[in-house]
T-cell receptor, first 115, second 114 residues
Framework: GENVEQHPSTLSVQEGDSAVIKCTYSDSASNYFPWYKQELGKGPQLIIDIRSNVGEKKDQRIAVTLNKTAKHFSLHITETQPEDSAVYFCAARLGYGGSQGNLIFGKGTKLSVKP | NAGVTQTPKFRVLKTGQSMTLLCAQDMNHEYMYWYRQDPGMGLRLIHYSVGEGTTAKGEVPDGYNVSRLKKQNFLLGLESAAPSQTSVYFC?????????????FGNGTRLTVT
């Protein structure tokens, strides 16, 4: 089945710097890659996603890139702010099955932005 | 519009006890899911439902049962709790199974089994 590896597990940056979180997946048929942000005591919230027919997607300070050949995708946060501090999860949808019930999550990255 | 609501927020059980976690959504979503989150393990799918009256197994279904008698509710049951089921449980819903329909998560239930 699909396996998603996420690195690093923890990341500390200074306010204003950029942060990059990387994920690799194993199933070459996977076609949907969302990123979720989880604040303390809350459930995960979708912040950006990308489909396999797109190489890059941007939304203000966040962007996601996808390299299908290498089977990896990355989250880029520019001009980080203290409110970006949270746990970030990447996920990949299995290549078969039509339900998002087949989303496989990475183990998460705890991002700390120091003022 | 409350979104996805989970009750209770916290619960402590003794080994062998049973309990039911309730998830309710007011967005008229068809799909609902139960995940568990353990330190360093990410989110793992327990069971899901693609509509009222349907359920399906996810990645880690053993020891859990679910029911979707009403479209807006998805119940997760533990018949005989074990310490290995100590975890944070998240319910989620989505309008459909299409990738254009993102998951909406509740705020979780922290369960401790002693």
């Amino acid at each position: 089945g699909e396996n998603v590896e996420q690195h690093p597990s923890t990341l500390s940056v200074q306010e204003g710097d950029s942060a990059v979180i990387k994920c690799t997946y194993s199933d070459s048929a996977s076609n949907y890659f969302p990123w979720y942000k989880q604040e303390l005591g809350k459930g995960p919230q979708l912040i950006i996603d990308i489909r396999s027919n797109v190489g890059e997607k941007k939304d203000q300070r966040i962007a996601v890139t996808l390299n299908k050949t290498a089977k990896h995708f990355s989250l880029h946060i520019t001009e980080t702010q203290p409110e970006d501090s949270a746990v970030y999860f990447c996920a990949a949808r299995l290549g078969y099955g039509g339900s998002q019930g087949n989303l496989i999550f990475g183990k998460g990255t705890k991002l700390s932005v120091k003022p | 519009n409350a979104g996805v609501t989970q009750t209770p927020k916290f619960r402590v059980l003794k080994t062998g006890q049973s309990m039911t976690l309730l998830c309710a959504q007011d967005m008229n979503h068809e799909y609902m899911y139960w995940y568990r989150q353990d330190p360093g393990m990410g989110l793992r799918l327990i069971h899901y439902s693609v509509g009222e009256g349907t359920t399906a197994k996810g990645e880690v279904p053993d020891g859990y049962n679910v029911s979707r008698l009403k479209k807006q509710n998805f119940l997760l049951g533990l018949e005989s709790a074990a310490p290995s089921q100590t975890s944070v449980y998240f319910c989620a819903s989505s309008y459909s199974g299409d990738t254009s329909s993102p998951l909406h998560f509740g705020n979780g239930t922290r369960l401790t089994v002693t």
